[in-house]
Each structure stands twice: as C-alpha cells, then as structure tokens.
C-alpha cells in the first residue's frame, strides 16, 4: 500500500451502573416509554445540581487498570459548554485536564497468531450520556431517558494501521468490559460507540495526513468497512493530486459509504472549565488498590494460563477466551476434575469446544442456560477414559446430557451404552465375524493387515458399537491366531 | 404593636405563650403587604392562600404540643430558590411560568421545621446586579426611601423585612447580595460560609460563589434561620460535612467581647468611600472596643483584585450555568422555525441586558486563548485571597468594614454604568472569592440612610460574627430605628 493509514480510536461505553452517573434515576434505558426515565436533575432544571455515582468511578478505575493505565487519584470533572437539545443542561459534564485513567495500552492480535501489537491507551474518561433525538418530517423529538447515563471514552494513540486491527481493537475493548462486567458492550443497542480518526502519510515525507473523523459506527462490521471504504476514498484523492479535508464523515450502512457530516473547527470551542459544583476527585489509594485486588482474570491472563499450564494451543485458548462465560464454565468444569488424572484440561477443551460448542450453535442456547453440570461432562470423560463407553456413546450420552441435564451414569445405563471390554463376551462374536467373511479373513492372512480395520468394524456393527474397539481387534487377532 | 412588627424571637415567644397563633401572625403580614407593597413592590409573586393553610397547620402542629423555632413564622423567599409547586423566576422573563417539581434544601428544611411562605421576593435577574432594578417585572424601593434602591440582588428579601412584611426572609448572596441590600435596608444579612447551606435548589448564578442566607431584623434571627438552613446535604457535593452548633445559644456566650480580637482591614477602608459611612462604621468599631474587643490593624494585601477576579470567575461559571435556558424543556420558548433560531430568539427575549452582558463577559473568559489570561489567573487570584484571610485569621477572631463604600443611591442612578454598579461590591466579593462568612448589621445612618456594618469570620466562624454582632445590637439600638412607611 502506497499510502499507510493511521488510525486512532475513540471508544465511547455505556457502563451498566444500577442509576445515572449524577442523578437517582434509573441508567437502564433500553425500550422505556419517551421522557419517563427522567428527573429535575437529569432534565437540567434550575438549581438541581450532580452527584457522582461512585459505582461507575469504581467501573472506570476497573477499565483502566483493565487497559493497563495509570489511575489518577486526582482528577477533576470538567463542564463541555455547547448547545445541542438532546444536552439538557447546555454542557456536558466530563473530565477535561485531569481524567480517571491515563497512559494504557491493549494488546490485539488480529490474526489470532500470537503475534500481538500493542495499542496505547492515551486517556479513558468519566462522563454523561445525551438524551436522544428523532428525527421526523421536519421536527426532532427529544427523549432524555439517556441523558446523564454514565458513559466511559477511551481514547487511543494513533496506533492503529488497519481495518483488521481496528476491529481486533474493540472487540478486545469488548471482550474487556464484558469480563470485567461494567458494559454490555452491544454496538447495536448503542453500548459501545466508536469514532475513528484516519490519515494517511505520505509516502515520500512520511508525515500524516488531514485527520478525519468517521462516525455513525454501529456495529464491529461498519468499523472495518467504513475504515477499508475511506482509506480507498483519501488514496484516490490523493493520487489524483486533490487535498483531505478536516472534517466530520458519516458512515451511510446502507450504501456502504462515508458521507461528509460537518467540517470540523477542533475541540477549542467548548470551553472546558472545571466543573464548580463537584469538589476534584480524591481518590482513595487504598480503595484503587482494592478494586485492583478484586478484577477478575483478563482474558490474556487467562489464554497464557491455559497455553501455559494446560497445555492448550493458542487457538484453542483463544476459543475458549473468547466470551467470558464460556471461559468460566471451562474453568468450572476444570475445577471439578482436579485430581483425576485422566480427565485432563485439553480432554475438557475438546469437549467444550466440540460438541457443546456443537449443540450450543444447533439448539441457539447461550451457554448460561446450559443444563449439563461440570461434574456430569468431568463424569463423562471419565467412562471414556476408563473403557466403559467408547467415543461414539459418549458423544451420544452427551447429547442426552444437555437436553435433559441428567447424569451421565443413568444415561449410558439406561441406553444401554455400556462397552463390552470383557474378552470373553467378545471371542464368540468375533469367532462369527470370521466365519462370516471368508475373503477378507484370507487376505488378512496374506499379510493385508489394513483389513483387521474392516473386521474391527463388523464386531462395532454386530454389537452395535458397544465393544470397546481395542479390545475387539485383541480379540479377532488371538483368534485368528489360533 | 403590630405583630407584623415583631421580630421571629418575639413572634416565637407570643405563639409559645398562646397569645397569638401562626394564622394571625399571617394575616398581619398580608394586611401590612396590602397597605405597603404597592409603593416597595418587594414581592415577584405572593401565594396568600398556601400562606394561610401553611400557618394553619402549623397551629394545629403546635396544638399537638410540637414546638419548633420557626413553627408558624411567616417568610419570604427570593425567587431564585427553587419552591415545589410556586412559580420560580429568578426576575427573568425566560422562567417566566416555569413551576418547580421539586423543593431547595433549605425550603425543605423550613417546611419541616413549619414556616409559612407568603410570598417569592424581587431580586436582579438572576441575582446579576446590585440594586435590583435589572428585575425583569418591576424594581424594588427602599422602604427608607422610595426614591432609593434597596440595594441587591437580594433587594426584594430586604426591602420585605425592612418594611414588615415578612418576618424574616432568605436571600442569596454570590458576591454581597444578602449583605448589600441589607446594610441599605437597615436590616441584618447573613452571608454564611460557602458550603455551610445546601445550595441544591438555589438557582445557579456563579456556583463556586453562591450561597442561601439569612435577612433578618435582628441577630438573633438570623441565628433562628441559620439553625434550620445550615448543614450537610447529600445532594450538594460542595456542602460542608461539618456539625451544626446551635448558633442562638453560642451567640449568647461571653462576657461582652472580652478577649475577641477585632481586625480592620487597613484595604477595606479606601478613599473612594462616603465620609459618611466610613465616620459610621468608625464610630461602630469603637463601640465594640468598648466592649471589651481588642482592635487590631489588619492587612488582606489582595483585595484590590477582588473585583476583577469575582467578574471573571462569576461571569465564567455564569455563562455556563444559564446554558439551560433554551426553551427546549421548560420556561419561555420563541419559536424560531429551526433550532438555531429558536435559541437565539428564546435567548433574545428572555433574558434582559445584565444577564446578556454577563453571559458575554464568561463566555469570552472562558473561550480558548483567553482561558489562561483570565479564568486561570481569576482562580490564582482567589488562592491569594483565601491566603490573606487565612493569614488575617491566625491575628484576629472577626474584622470588621463597611458592607459598601456608600448608602443605597437613587434608582437609576448607575443602572446604565455597569461598572460604578459593580464597585458597588468592592467590599463583599472577596469574602464569596475566599469562602468565608460575614454578617452586615446597622450600625448608623450617613445622609439619611442606613450603614450597615460588616462583621466578617473565617470559614465555619458564623458563631463568632453573630456574638460579636449580638453584643454589639444589644448595646445599640439602630436595628430598632424602623422604616416609616
């Protein structure tokens, strides 16, 4: 590429804090009634004034210790004057100078190859959600249900040189909030918004290019093909010896294009000032470190603890990483087999990954109504590995297993799936197998050995696939033998 | 005597003994508010009726054997705090009809403790003035003189108390207005020290500056208000999380002022002031030496920057706090066919001159490549200022100034020199700037009018301004020298 991109973040999430980040009123939003979520504070009337919900401080310090910042025990919230109707009080309270978080990084790997590169983390700031306009034939209706919900920017260096790592990028952020529990995290319902700002260099001076902002990003998909569409767009620019702008795109999801929203004047307009009716922030160093002490494991401790201590390859720790709760069920269920050696947790992985992620995926059932319990699947693996059920039952039993949540003992009992690993019980069938196939039992003879597979086969088919297959080819061998 | 000439103690006294109920007490009020608010116009709104059931269950609270200090006392309010369900203005055309869901803490706390509220009192719009003539509905005259103003911006709160027709009032004071328009109104006025009273539900003029206090027509009222507005609120972050001592009883302590060491600030007593008024407060000084008060001479080496500073950091916090008015949610709306112009002409026509030149002035302090110049410098400026009453404090328990450097002037006389009408606060602003509380009481007259004196205390130090103020009312009787009206 003859132009490199580069790409900054600025990520906005909705923390899924109980209350609004100033007021009483209720931070969930979703589907309620317009105007009805509200109060005098939220609405900006005169002489309310904020109150910091300390639950979303707490979610913010969380995410930046998360994004491997430095937490300011210092920092002030700050008032961004503009008008805009959906902007009750005609400022915004945010942090301006001295935010919560500073100076982090993430590391992505958007290839899953291990191969990570590290995206600074500049700042990640506390403020207030807007309210929401409708736009209708010529009016626009306000609905402040959202306004003043507590709301988190993360913002990046411009670390960021491609579509692929922009996407690798906030569905790490995802991921992080996800497990840390302080957002949903769904672009769709607008949890996590992201604006991108994009340049390119030039080639010959390697200076960066006009900066422009691309907003309107719903979902994981519109970033990466927004970001693809408008490095085409500044290169065709640019080799046709035009100039970019500074300004505001919009992506249009339904052409698939950015289209000019505004030209951008910067951030000087907004005259920031501290925030008089909130005293600076002072935090605590005891309380950050026991938010600290109490963050659950992050997913790339966790992928290292599993490559690590498991044994597990990457791919298959990042499967298992992926979404917290399928995380935490393995764990569970690698909990629960501690101290029996045969199940280990690459067997655990396998079956998680395999057939529950299978049935899972054909049934649409998320894993936290899964029926089946660690110990059942520890169970399971167990009559696998002591010969009692052979990988087919089992796979079968499992089925069972999750539709019903019973145990895999009764169930393999009740089907009658037991393995026939008595020799005994064998010998009389593999004495019909031979009688029945005169032809391949010659060619075995002959020294074609592959066919004991065939033969193994016809016991699996006459005991309808309860011989334990290894003690079956024992069998036919010693009795072709004699 | 009236029994609307009583004063809250007294009123107090005559319900607690029977001789009187909250409902008479109330009826006086509205017959004297008849015979004289035509020539004060101290009123914006008056509420008659809700006065009336107020007053009558707070007799029947008292029948019941409850028996608080303000129980049954009626009062004014300024309309820049917020009152559930009576309409709140703050004297500007953009609230116009806007009435409030939702009590002030301090209206809240009055309503538990059973005052009655006759009316909301006239003030500059949005407390941006001094004189009270930048109301958006009518000016107030001062009951000493109607063709003078009764100062501001609290000047309705003033006039009401200086003219009988409340017993007692709130008022809000961002840079004097409590203090101002009580020393012109021969009242006293209580500045308390920033974060003492809830400002949740006062509405915003400069939020670092703004607090609620008390007009009286004596110190100890102001102590009775004190009592029942002062102390924590969980809904005002900036809302001191310190005790409440009982101000009447501490008010009462001591013998004389022995072993209280009075300062005067040598800056607070300038050239440009009256004759008159500093010969007054020169005459009040020596009096409080007299009883037993050791004089000391004082320096705050910052206070010429006071103003300055108060106009940048007021204006600035200002420009953002009346941000709200837009017309999308409440008050007056013009509609302008698009959003902008529905801003502009909603903005247009509902705020009046002061508060668009205000608005301006924090606006352009704030705006980038000035912020530094000036906001940042105003901010530097009140370190300073806090340091030199920090400093003056280690010497000193109170000083003493004049409120003003003049009595109250005839209306119209500045209200098209902003400036001159600023210099009006050049000895109240820095106390807002520094945090601290002050109290303004009579202590003479100068040209016919009323001197107020102005005691000031360190923060949290109201106890030590009202008995020094105490000792000095009970061994003078200016705050008896009622307006004739």
Known sequence: MKYQPVIGMEVHVELNTTSKMFCGCSAEFFGIAPNT?????????????????????????????????????QNVFARKNYFYPDLPKGYQISQYELPLCLDGYVDIDPDSSGNTKRIRVRRAHLEEDTGKLTHVNNHSLVDLNRAGVPLLEIVTEADISSADEAYAYVSKLRQLVRYLGVSTGDMEKGAMRCEVNLSLTDPETGEWGTKVEIKNLNSFRSVRNSIEYEIERQTKVLEAGGKIDQVTMGWDEGRQVTVLQRVKEGDTGYRYFPEPDLPPLDLDPAWIEAIKANLPELPDAKTTRYTQDFE??????????????????YDRVVAEAKGTKAVTPKLISNWITGELFRLLSETGTDISEVKTQPKQIVDLIKLVTANTINQSAAKKVFGVMFETGRDPQAIVKELGLQQISDADQLIEIAQKVIADNPDPVEQFKNGKETVINFLVGQIMRATRGKANPKLAEQVLRDTLKN | MELYSLTIHEAQEQLRQGVTTSVELTESVLERIDAVEDKVGAYISLQPEIALRM??????????????????IPLGIKDTIITHGVPTTAASKILEGFTPPFDATAIDRLR???????????????AMGSSTEYSAFHPTRNPRNLNCVPGGSSGGSAAAVGADEAFGTLGSDTGGSVRLPASFCGVVGLKPTYG?????GLIAFGSSLDQIGPITKDVEDAAILLNAIAGHDPRDSTSVNAPVPNYVDDMKQ????????????????????????????????????????????????????????????????????????DGVRFGLRHDGGDMWNTYNETREAGFGPEVKRRIMLGTYALSAGYYDAYYLQAQKVRTLLRRDFEQAFEKVDVMVSPVAPMVAFEINAKVDDPLQMYLTDVLTVSLNLAGVCGISLPCGFSEGMPVGLQIIGPALGESTILRTAYQYEQTTDWHRQKAVL
Request: net charge negative; hydrophobic share 40%; proline share 5%.
């Open chain 1, 37 to 73: 979520n509200v109060c005098p504070t939220c609405l900006g009337m005169p002489g309310t004034l904020p109150v910091i919900n300390k639950r979303a401080v707490e979610y913010t310090i969380m995410t930046g210790l998360a994004l491997n910042c430095t937490i300011q025990p």
């Open chain 1, 312 to 329: 597990l390859t990457l791919k298959e720790a990042q499967v298992l990483v992926e979404d917290k709760a399928v995380a935490e069920f």
């Open chain 2, 55 to 72: 007053a009558e269950m707070a007799d029947e609270r008292r029948a019941v054997g409850e028996d608080r200090p303000l129980l049954g």
């Open chain 2, 112 to 126: 538990q403790d059973g005052a009655v509220f006759i009316g909301k009192t006239n003030c500059d719009e949005f």
């Open chain 2, 196 to 200: 003492r009273v809830s400002r949740y």
């Open chain 2, 254 to 325: 001591g013998d004389g002022l022995k072993g209280v060491k009075v300062g005067i600030p040598q800056e607070y007593f300038t050239d440009g002031m009256e004759p008159g008024v500093a010969q007054t407060v020169r005459t009040a000084i020596d009096h409080l030496a007299s009883l037993g008060a050791e004089l000391v001479e004082v320096s705050l080496p910052n206070t010429q920057y006071g103003i300055p500073a108060y106009y940048i950091v007021a204006t600035a916090e200002a420009s953002a706090n009346l941000s709200r008015y």
